[in-house]
């Protein structure tokens, strides 16, 4: 998406000469280019972890304040160049990366209009899903594949499992919820109630709420139970999918060329 | 279940009109009628779930209470014109669909008698798995069936594994009941202990219920570990009845017909 | 092996025959032996549970008191029975089942001389383990011989996988309890350190005991994250195991006969 | 690494006896040596582990005093009597396994320097993993060999998952900290919110750390019910491994030579 946005500028061959540095890796100085982008990112965001630190904060805010601006200058200088060197700016600057390359310096110019709305340039963790592009170009790309060709064949089935997932949720929820809200004011209401269910089914169990009649108890001996045959539809999914897209790259010739299983 | 309790009524060709729009999905009337159903059902559980929130509830005391009604009058009528169009009106009472047609309804009626039934119009949410007969006739219907086909296979498995859990639960309960009941007021009973052990096993681990004893976190630790083990047999089962599932429709000539494996 | 014990007697054939309805669930009158000593056992085991509460103990003492009373004569009797018939009384007393028979009976009659005692009747719940043996005539033979011969065929790697986690759980219990004794009173110790340890690899996070400090929460979330892949495993070996124990019922006749996975 | 790093020393055979019995188990006496020392060390971690217990040690500091010299000064007789034999002593004192032999006699001595250092004794649980080389000749050999096969065909699949994770941590966590940070201290700073994003996303779910406001919640509960999928990977990949690993061994011959899955 982010390279059909990019098609190559057709007449000055300095604007394609920038386009290909820092749009494409297939060049020595477009691979420095992403390496130190992804660097650049990845302090800016320890930056903005740091900073959310008091401890550390309060005495370097000084150092925090340079650092930001710093880094703001640069992506904002980045991201004028993508959309000089790019053939179609107005696609680039719509589509995913182009919005997020904006959405990462857009808040620290809003904080001097609006104080406040600093901590939105957190969201430029984002950014570093880049780094997948450039991943992709690694002794890696091969396994990634797998991997994304095993989630992507099971895309339906688990959008089928967790819809079916946050209906059982939301009959667990309430059914809970009338058990349990005279006496517990922890399920005070069918959302908090459902957060509960939801807290349960994935077994994370945080306990902050907790049935405490014993028909909520009964209630949630039996939810729990049933989640522990629930939970093992993603995983067996996800497996059989990734045995079917291992089963692929690593038979070119085999006896049955039907079967997907082997 | 829901197309056999309601056959075709012989005689007027109104009422299997009716019929055709409101029992099935394979004309655009009938299509229409079932998505909009399931709009309004939901928006009549989003309802219930709003409601339950004292902050929300409150100030629009008015509104839910009107609304609420013409959700009511509303699920009353599609009751009685689903009941006057099947031919057998009796059999499609009694069944599966046809009664939670009926719960659904009822208690905002049971309102009137007793105050405080209200609350169990939140079974209402259980009329969304209607979604799942519409949802049949997408794209969605091969993963469906293949995900159904899975755990239909599993049952006896899972019945078995459940059925061990459960034991397991009773014994393990137990001993810690035995070396906990002393010193700590969490396990003041079996039930307790055993619903301590439910919530062990399936890892949620609320920690509202924990071990405080020397010998009752050594056995609790032996429970944990094993219960590692446990938990992987679920998954096991549903993959591989998933992998067989799976295999099938992807090979309809192969080299050997009697695996299941491939 | 409960079978082997209790090889048929030669002479007496009314002590045979009693034999092989105590023993056997061959006839109608030993199935019948059978499921009867299952419901006492389980009706046995339910008293005991209710009993463990207060609320409902304490006003029906007497009840409670005749109860197990009742079951202890009855189960007496059944243990004298077994011992009668069966050819090699010795050792069916020393058998797995036989030690449990005995312990079911023994706490009643200790409580007459040591007070307290009684609580251990509560091991009665493990004689509910013969219910596998009834269950085994049943349906779900076949599939109980598939699930019990993966986990057979899993034991091995089970118990490298279990002796591998005991040792990462003495690593990390050590070092997190190094990082974080001095701040935290829940660390004071290493065994309770390896408490921790073993409630945070199994993912069930009581909370009970939780690290405080930046370095202690900064080794929790790496010994997590390793956890999330080392909880695969067992789920790995089992479903291998399953999926090959499942192939082999199928196919019995098939292409190529070496190999375990199809 | 441990045999490599120690090569046979060439000229005394007295040397080379040494060698052989302390470095391979190949040997009545060598396999004897194994034994002992596997003992001697888990003995020492007990001693360490029981030391940290307030309760037993006190009482007793003077014999957990004796043992600690014991264990010290036998396994540094060992650490010099590993060096005097092996042919490149600075080899074998670099390796992995010479490192932590040294690690595991440091702090008693150290002790001595710097009181408090004592504690970092308890590392010496790592030289456990020594009995890894024992188990290797025994029974296990198959098994485990099958296991790690499997683990290390995952590597780079698993890297590349738990980086995933990571960069799906931080986003998360980023998140949650924006919406939380301001109505709840538990969400005081980014590094914080990551750890409990940590917990949530592994199911481990302790609750020290658990989002009170609404939008928190409902982040967390779409991120509870992603990581439902998330964690469905690592098992996907290690069972599909262990599958491949598993299916080698069994099939000397078969018909499709090429093809992983069988």
């Known amino acids: 998406m982010d390279r059909m946005s990019a098609a190559p500028p057709d007449p000055s061959p300095k604007r394609e000469r920038l386009w290909r540095i820092i749009f494409l890796s297939d060049t020595p100085v477009g691979r ?20 959310s630190v008091d401890e550390i904060r309060l005495p370097h805010a000084n150092l925090f304040w340079t650092l930001e601006w710093i880094f703001t200058v640069l992506f904002t200088t980045e991201y004028l160049a993508r959309l000089w060197s790019v053939r179609r700016p107005l696609r680039y600057a719509l589509s995913f990366f182009g919005l997020l390359d904006l959405i990462s310096i857009l808040p620290a110019y809003l904080e001097l ?23 992709k170009m690694a002794e ?22 967790l819809t079916t997932v946050i209906g059982i949720v939301l009959v667990e929820g309430t059914v809970v919820y009338v058990l349990e809200h005279e006496a517990n004011p922890d399920f005070a209401n069918i959302p908090q109630a459902i957060y509960w269910a939801i ?64």
Do not use: Q
């Not at 982008?37 to 740091?50: E, G, H, P």
């Not at 963790?125 to 880049?130: D, F, I, Q, S």
């Not at 890696?140 to 499992?161: D, H, M, Q």
């Open 32 to 51: 420095a280019f992403d390496v130190v982008l992804l660097w650049l990112i990845a302090l800016s965001v320890v930056t903005i972890i740091l900073e």
């Open 113 to 135: 209009l609006i104080p406040g709305t600093h901590y939105l340039m957190a969201l430029r963790v984002l950014r570093l899903m880049r780094m997948f592009r450039v991943l």
């Open 140 to 161: 890696y790309l091969g396994e990634a594949s797998i991997l994304l060709a095993a989630l992507r064949a099971s895309r339906r089935k688990i959008t089928l499992f």
């Open 199 to 262: 807290v349960t089914i994935t077994t994370v169990g945080y306990g902050d709420v907790a049935p405490i009649t014993v028909p909520g108890k009964m209630m949630a001996s039996i939810i729990m139970l049933t989640g522990f045959a629930i939970i093992a539809v993603p995983t067996g999914i996800v497996t059989s999918e990734l045995g079917r897209a291992m089963g692929k790259p690593l038979a070119p010739r085999r006896c049955c060329n039907e079967c997907g299983w082997e």
